[in-house]
Structure formats: C-alpha cells, structure tokens
C-alpha cells in the first residue's frame, strides 16, 4: 500500500471520526446504511445523520430534566420508518445506563420486523416494536400507561396530530415534534375558499393554490401550538438544522406544565372560525 493510499484512509478515517459521538455503534451506522460497508460516509447520509443529531441533542436536554436524568425515562417514536432517530437516542443515551425503554411505532410490518431484528442483533434488550398507526398506539396494551417524551420525524400530515393526541393521553412530559407534508386543513381551505373571498380580504392569503399550500402549512402548525398550550404544555419552536439540509425544518418542542392556557383556546377557537375551519373543533382540536 502507497503512502498516499495510507494517507487518504487516515484522512478518511480522521473525517468520520469527527462526524460521529464518541462510544457510538459502528454496526448500527452501518446497518442503517448511514455508513457503507467500508464504514464511509456520502454526502447524503451526511445530511441525513446531521438532522438526526441535531434532533438527539434537544431530545437528550428534555431527558435530563426528568427524574434521575431519565435513565428510567420511556420514550415513544411516531412513524418510526427505519427507526433511526430510536437507535440512535438509544445508542447514544440508554444503551449505557442500564435502565429506560424505546418503543418505535410503525405502520409498514416489514420495516417494524427489520427493526426488531436489528435490535436483537445489537442486544438492544429495550426497545420495542410495534405494527400500529398513531392512532392505535394510545390504547395499545403494549405500551405502558404513561410516557414520559414522544418524539415524531417528519410524521406526514395527520400523524403529527395523532402523536400530540397520544402524548395527551398518555400525560408525556414532553413532545418534540418535526411536522411534515400538512395536507389537511389545506384542502379546507380550498373547500371554503369562494365562501371566504366573499367574506374576507384575509381569503387572498390563499386565494392562489401554492399558497394555499403554504398558509394550510404554516396554519396547522400555529392552530398545534396553541392546542398544546390550552392543554397544558409550554412551547417552544425553532429550527431542526439549516434550511439547506431540510425544507421540511419546524420544530416543536411541548413541556408539560399543567398550567392550561385560556387565552390559547380562546384564540385557538378564534382562529378555525375566522378560517372557516369550526369543524375541526370536533375532530384534531378538542378542547378541554
């Protein structure tokens, strides 16, 4: 082997190394294709690592606020897909405390049956997997009576709905949540939208289609926020990484207080009438 071969593996080697947690899994990297077989990374596993990280490290601030810095703490991931974001929340933060529990909930069998192979593999002893929607998940014997953060990655529109109305009815502590691809309330507004332009000069917000699109978006996630006040929860929303790795970038993060906030129903209430959306009072926005 030349010199410059030794010196490009040391560099490659250095490079990944600089990626990567100190103790974390090569195997699992690999497994998750996050890393080829030869233990590189490409630019888009990269990206994809990159959003991962930047979401553990506001997940693992949260698990330090609980009870013995959540060594016990139970955590459950919404739309999980290849579980990703669990693996590595374990590897990096339960895998060594002997205590706490992953549970990844998933849809697609295939990916829920690769998952529990994979943990099996590794001597993931406590993660679990289970072949559920969302929505099924909140009355799931599986799962125990209360969880202490739920955490969903681009869940695609409704899901995000549904891992909020599971972390109320599980009393969770905390959600940390990235919505994604909110199709909804878009298509209310385009159902209202001749009703409204009659009504309201706010209507040419989303007179046009793209920002139909864009102002359902952006007012699924506002309507969210205050849910989760009225509910009890303090909120905070911030961006996962920089708009070059994701365009889908909002995240919520939800602290219970136990102070639920009047004025958020109020102007939660406020604002699906002023919308046309009043209907949604008896399906995603029930408030106490």
Known sequence: ??????ARASKAEADLQSELRPGQSIELLKELHILTREGRLNQDSRRKLKQVYHLFQFIEKVLHELPNEGAQATLADHGAGKSYLGFIIYDLFFNQRGGGHVYGIET?????????ALAARLGFERMSFLNLTVAE??????LPARIDIVTALHACDTATDDAIAFGLAKEARFMVLVPCCQAEIAACLRQTKALALSRTPLAELWRHPLHTREIGSQ?????RCLYLEANGYQVTVTELVGWEHSMKNELIIARHTGQRKASAAARLRELLEQFGLESLLATRFRLP
């Open 1 to 6: 082997m030349s010199s410059k071969t030794v």
């Open 108 to 116: 697609r069998a295939e990916l829920v049956d690769r998952s529990r």
């Open 137 to 142: 998940s909140a009355g799931a014997s599986e």
């Open 219 to 223: 007012l699924t996630n506002v309507l």
